[in-house]
């Protein structure tokens, strides 16, 4: 069963925040090295290579519109080979996924969901089929931000045919992870109109068929709560939001976000606040020479952001340069007990909300309790929660996770002192 593929919260590097659409086969590998040796033990595992891998021209974070595409004659993108010199003579990724698999990682690619304009343009074959890309397609389902592909009609004869050619291609590569992009909240109407539902169950059969786990992805957000059921059925993860990134408006709007999906967490799908906009990021921008920039999240932002969503069982896809990592950050990333709540707790809910404090719970495997508490506010605040509110009774020695210390012990009350949009991680342990 495809949930099985992801049991834990996938954790890993996208490339997306920091290339945007313009990423090289070096600057993946660099990337792919240092999580090798300093994160891999922690969990950290896909790497994944966002959007415009298959466009030669791509040489920033933006977009080229219609612009020419390299693509095999299935009607297939493939590597950009100037951009990605080992998918010469027909490799594509494989490659480069080998060389990911040999440092113990597992290696992932986004993809747009539907064909080719070009291909449909030139009514190109698709393999397995005698329809082409044209009998496929829905001319009126467009990206609004992309121009590169024209949705598929899932209705129509041979549309099967083309997805399982895709996967096909994957499992041939050794892709582990596929991220599919403007898909996740499209419109789910029904299949006589373009159906969101409907190239999602293509998709879904394609990997199932295909021979080889792929974790799937679905973006961007945010996901309708009302198909709840629906992604649950079909995908490991999905967006609940658009792009995520560092400003603290986005941020507090997540909180409600995570309350709303909370009971849909877990057993190989996880609900995704998307990618962690920590470290250095937007370093393809043009007229900087390349030197990005840092998060603009303060210190108890990202600590907050962290907390949020390892409690609340995100997967983790960090989107900075991580050669260019500083301590601090990297202290962040490697905190085993953190970490050992995201992968092993359950249960977590929002307990608590006032106008300057949330506060969330969650159960770990041994018995013990997490409780979160985060500062919303611009003012440093005290919170506290009575063990009546976190449905507890009796004594607990309380850890703090981030300072990685024993705390005083606690039997009816448990408090805090938070800077501003600042956050802390308890772990209480039944005395």
């Known amino acids: 069963m495809f949930k099985s593929y992801a049991q834990t919260p996938p954790m890993g590097w996208n490339s997306w925040d920091c290339y945007g659409a313009s ?12 999580m090798a040796e300093h994160l891999k033990e922690y969990g950290w595992e896909y790497v994944v290579c966002d959007i415009q891998w298959y466009e030669p021209k791509a040489v920033s974070t933006m977009y080229n519109h219609f612009y020419p595409l390299s693509m095999d004659e299935y009607s297939r993108l493939i590597p950009a080979e100037n951009r990605f010199p080992s998918a010469a003579n027909g490799v594509g990724f494989k490659g480069i996924a080998d060389k990911i698999h040999d440092m113990g990682l597992k290696f992932g690619i986004h993809i747009m969901r539907g ?3 070009q291909a449909v343009h030139m009514a190109a074959p698709i393999k397995g089929t005698t329809a082409t890309a044209r009998d496929i397609a829905h001319s009126f389902s467009l990206c609004k931000w992309n121009t590169d592909m024209y949705g598929v009609n899932p209705d129509a004869e041979g ?27 499209t419109e789910y109407k029904p299949h006589d109109v373009y159906s969101a539902k409907g190239e999602i169950e293509l998709i879904r059969k394609a990997i199932d068929k295909c021979g080889r786990p792929m974790v799937l992805s679905l973006s961007p957000g945010p996901a309708p709560l009302e198909e709840a059921a629906h992604l649950l059925e079909h995908a490991n993860m999905w967006r609940m939001t658009g792009d995520f990134w560092d400003n603290w408006p986005q941020l507090y709007a997540m909180f409600e976000r995570c309350r709303a999906w909370s009971p849909y967490v877990g057993d190989g799908r996880w609900p995704d606040c998307d990618m962690l ?12 020479g390349g030197k990005g920039r840092p998060t ?26 991580l050669q260019g990592l500083d301590s601090w950050t990297l202290s962040l990333l490697t905190n085993k007990d953190v970490i050992n709540l995201l992968k092993h707790s359950h249960g977590a809910r929002e307990i608590m909300r006032t106008s300057d404090t949330v506060v969330w719970r969650s159960f770990g495997k041994d018995g013990s309790v997490y409780v ?3 500062n919303t ?10 063990f009546m509110q976190l449905g507890l009774k009796g004594r607990y020695q309380v850890r703090d996770l981030w300072e990685e210390k024993e705390l005083e012990t606690a039997d009816g009350r448990l408090m805090a002192e938070l800077n501003p949009h600042g956050a802390a991680l308890y772990q209480l342990k039944r005395i």
Do not use: H
């Open 23 to 34: 990423v090289t086969e070096k600057q993946l590998l660099g990337n792919a090295e240092f």
């Open 115 to 117: 064909i080719p304009r």
């Open 159 to 185: 549309a099967q045919c083309y997805y399982d050619s895709l996967f096909e291609l994957y499992a041939v590569w050794g892709v582990d992870f596929v991220k599919v992009d403007d898909i996740s909240n």
């Open 277 to 288: 906009p920590l470290g250095r990021i937007e370093l393809n921008n043009t007229g900087d």
């Open 296 to 321: 603009n999240f303060t210190k108890e932002e990202q600590i907050t952001m962290m907390t949020l969503w390892s409690i609340f069982r995100s997967p983790l896809m960090l989107g900075s340069e």
């Open 372 to 374: 979160a508490f985060f």
């Open 377 to 386: 506010s611009f003012a440093l605040t005290k919170p506290q929660v009575s």
